[in-house]
């Protein structure tokens, strides 16, 4: 069979099965604690893809109680060192580069001849509009074997968080080429923050399997993957308010997913030579501030 006409029939059978009650029963049993059936899962997934444990903090396969706690587990606090220049803008999380660019005309690049629009991702009313234009987007891949938690690329203070229902197709290679408006179409989560260079968002989008998306602010958001309309929290600016700081943990996905980030006109450009299919590491220099203050360590 060629490569073609499988990737066909993937996305095919993406549209064909039942992707709500698929990740519903998967959630269930990556919560399993029956120690013979999670010790089994654990073990097999940790050798097909070559988990390196010893970036955890827990190493013992054996200690964690369920296999979504094994899924989500955290690294060492020396794992992954975050960049010292107070003007780089840090990677939110392991995996690899999906696309990276310009937001032009209202428009990001979903993969080779196919974008889709920051009004969809964002879940905006017609007319609605938003502080991006002319900014900059990167979308990163998470895979099964990256580690799953989300931190924050610069200091932040939460705005908003707009939890939008849709589809759970893959959110793979082979599906973003085949699917068109692929992450406008698939269930997240928007967070939108105020920070040192202004409004930036970090869309969480959930996947095929992806059993839930969770934040340290609200706790898990979904499941339940219920509703058809998207739910809407606007967080007050007092001294309540949730500030997280850069570096920080802000969220998690269960099983492999995607993180697109989005940055305001002028403020920040993203490194030179960072192209589709990089790998990246939370932690890492993506880009850097351009305001004033950050002048100096600039490059």
């Given at each position: 069979?060629?490569?073609?006409?499988?990737?066909?029939?993937?996305?095919?059978?993406?549209?064909?099965?039942?992707?709500?009650?698929?990740?519903?029963?998967?959630?269930?049993?990556?919560?399993?604690?029956?120690?013979?059936?999670?010790?089994l899962i654990i073990r097999r997934f940790a050798?097909?893809?070559?988990?390196?444990?010893?970036?955890?903090?827990?190493?013992?396969?054996?200690?964690?109680?369920?296999?979504?706690?094994?899924?989500?587990?955290?690294?060492?606090?020396?794992?992954?060192?975050?960049?010292?220049?107070?003007?780089?803008?840090?990677?939110?999380?392991?995996?690899?580069?999906?696309?990276?660019?310009?937001?032009?005309?209202?428009?990001?690049?979903?993969?080779?001849?196919?974008?889709?629009?920051?009004?969809?991702?964002l879940a905006l009313a017609p007319g609605e509009?938003?502080?991006?234009?002319?900014?900059?987007?990167?979308?990163?891949?998470?895979?099964?074997?990256?580690?799953?938690?989300?931190?924050?690329?610069?200091?932040?203070?939460?705005?908003?968080?707009?939890?939008?229902?849709?589809?759970?197709?893959?959110?793979?290679?082979?599906?973003?080429?085949?699917?068109?408006?692929?992450?406008?179409?698939?269930?997240?989560?928007?967070?939108?923050?105020?920070?040192?260079?202004?409004?930036?968002?970090?869309?969480?989008?959930?996947?095929?399997?992806?059993?839930?998306?969770?934040?340290?602010?609200?706790?898990?958001?979904?499941?339940?993957?219920?509703?058809?309309?998207?739910?809407?929290?606007?967080?007050?600016?007092?001294?309540?308010?949730?500030?997280?700081?850069?570096?920080?943990?802000?969220?998690?996905?269960?099983?492999?997913?995607?993180?697109?980030?989005?940055?305001?006109?002028?403020?920040?450009?993203?490194?030179?030579?960072?192209?589709?299919?990089?790998?990246?590491?939370?932690?890492?220099?993506?880009?850097?501030?351009?305001?004033?203050?950050?002048?100096?360590?600039?490059?």
């Amino acid at each position: 069979m060629s490569r073609t006409l499988a990737n066909r029939l993937f996305i095919a059978l993406q549209h064909l099965i039942p992707q709500r009650w698929l990740s519903e029963r998967m959630y269930r049993l990556a919560r399993l604690q029956w120690p013979p059936l999670k010790r089994l899962i654990i073990r097999r997934f940790a050798r097909t893809y070559r988990i390196d444990m010893s970036l955890a903090r827990e190493p013992d396969l054996d200690a964690y109680p369920s296999f979504n706690a094994f899924f989500t587990r955290a690294l060492r606090p020396d794992a992954r060192p975050l960049d010292p220049d107070p003007a780089a803008i840090l990677c939110p999380v392991d995996g690899a580069i999906s696309q990276i660019g310009p937001i032009e005309s209202g428009r990001l690049i979903q993969a080779k001849g196919r974008d889709y629009s920051v009004e969809s991702l964002l879940a905006l009313a017609p007319g609605e509009l938003h502080p991006f234009e002319g900014g900059r987007f990167a979308t990163i891949y998470l895979s099964p074997r990256d580690y799953h938690r989300i931190h924050m690329p610069l200091d932040g203070r939460l705005d908003q968080m707009i939890h939008v229902p849709g589809q759970l197709f893959s959110v793979n290679a082979v599906t973003a080429a085949g699917v068109p408006n692929l992450f406008a179409r698939n269930e997240r989560l928007v967070c939108r923050f105020e920070t040192e260079i202004g409004p930036v968002a970090m869309i969480l989008v959930g996947a095929i399997f992806v059993g839930g998306i969770e934040t340290v602010w609200a706790g898990e958001v979904t499941p339940p993957h219920s509703g058809l309309e998207p739910q809407r929290w606007d967080y007050e600016v007092d001294d309540q308010c949730i500030r997280l700081e850069r570096g920080a943990e802000m969220g998690r996905f269960n099983l492999g997913s995607t993180v697109i980030l989005l940055l305001p006109p002028g403020q920040a450009e993203w490194e030179a030579g960072l192209t589709p299919g990089d790998v990246v590491r939370l932690g890492q220099r993506i880009g850097t501030r351009l305001d004033a203050n950050a002048a100096g360590h600039g490059h």
